[in-house]
């Protein structure tokens, strides 16, 4: 067999191993990294901390009302989402026992006071006859025994007299004590507000809900003309954080709506929740009222300026990598070079560089 035959025989398989082998390195070559540069540039950089979770929305004033005393409801007077006054009706339980009580103890109040009557008009009378007596005996007329028996006769019905006024004071709190246990019975609105949840409909039972009882309170009260978000910070955040620093306020409910606020206050303690970080709940009062736009509940996050610093050069702080450096395209080579740089403070957003860069793109 001559060469021409064999490598007429040969080459085809040839070739086939050949673009297998090159295209097994074609598809397992390493895939080039795609990197966006970005020009060093100057501008502001504040120091900010965000809370840990989600805040809340919350009213400055926010009640959960119940009745002193269980019993069935006679008398609702809202309904869920109407607006109140302080001091209007809300609800009523039945208390007709406690009204006959009232009345049984103001017809004892009028019976004392007639009493009351008699017996000090009858005291007076002895008071004036006591002193004609004694100027009956200053004249000679009568003997000291009858002067003696007049004073005696007066002090006694002066002191019945005192009595009586004691029984009608006793009788007065009483009625007053009846009119109290009824107040155990109704509940009027503290302050202006929103009936935001009933718990009870009309002839059903109501049960008090004291503390630590997991019972649901009757009337949910809510005053939605003052508003702040509560939010938890993290505690090794806590020390920078003071009132009056200003915040920047985001709400899901209204994107790209941020609601300028200030510190109200930081929480003097950690909260250990299970399985959750130590947190510090900080309250931020919103700079204007924010009514009409924002429902007590919303979630809320919160974004506190520690501090911040003016045209300086800076970065993307995505761009910082470990140790405190950046990569750096050098121009001459079209390759990245890594470099060590100083940092200042810094966001989420953006980090000053204090040293290590000029004008360079990283």
Known sequence: MNTSILLRRVLPALVVVGLAVGGFFWTTRAKPVVVMLKTVDRGNVESTVVNTRAGTVDACQRTKLSTILGGRIEVLAVKQGDYVKKGQLLMKLWNDDQKAQQRLAEAALGSARQHLNEICTTASRAARDATRQGNLRAEGFISEAGEDTARTEAEVRKASCDA???????????????????????????????????????????????????????????????????????????????????????????????????????????????????????????????????????????????????????????????????????????????????????????????????????
């Open 164 to 362: 009586a006024r004691a029984d009608v004071g006793q009788a007065e709190a009483k009625v007053h004590a009846t009119k109290v246990e009824q107040g155990r019975t109704v509940l009027y609105a503290p302050f202006d507000g929103i009936v935001a949840k009933i718990v009870g409909e009309l002839g059903e039972y109501s049960t008090p809900s004291p503390p630590g009882v997991p019972t649901p309170p009757a009337i949910d009260l809510i005053d939605d003309t003052c508003l702040y978000v509560t939010a938890p910070m993290d505690e090794v955040d806590a020390p920078k954080i003071k009132a009056g620093l200003p915040v920047r306020v985001s709400l899901d409910a209204l994107p790209k709506q941020p609601l300028k606020g200030k510190v109200r206050r930081v929480a003097p303690y950690v909260l250990a929740v299970e399985k959750q970080s130590r947190t510090v709940d900080v309250e931020v009062d919103f700079e204007r009222p924010a009514t009409g736009k924002l429902l007590v509940g919303y979630s809320a996050d919160v974004e506190i300026v520690l501090g911040g610093r003016e045209n300086v050069l800076r970065v993307p702080t995505a761009a910082l990598i470990e140790g405190s450096k950046v990569m750096v395209l050098n121009v001459d080579s079209g390759k990245l070079e890594e470099r060590k740089v100083k940092v200042g403070i810094a966001n989420w957003e953006f980090t000053e560089i204090v040293e290590g860069l000029g004008n360079a793109r990283a």
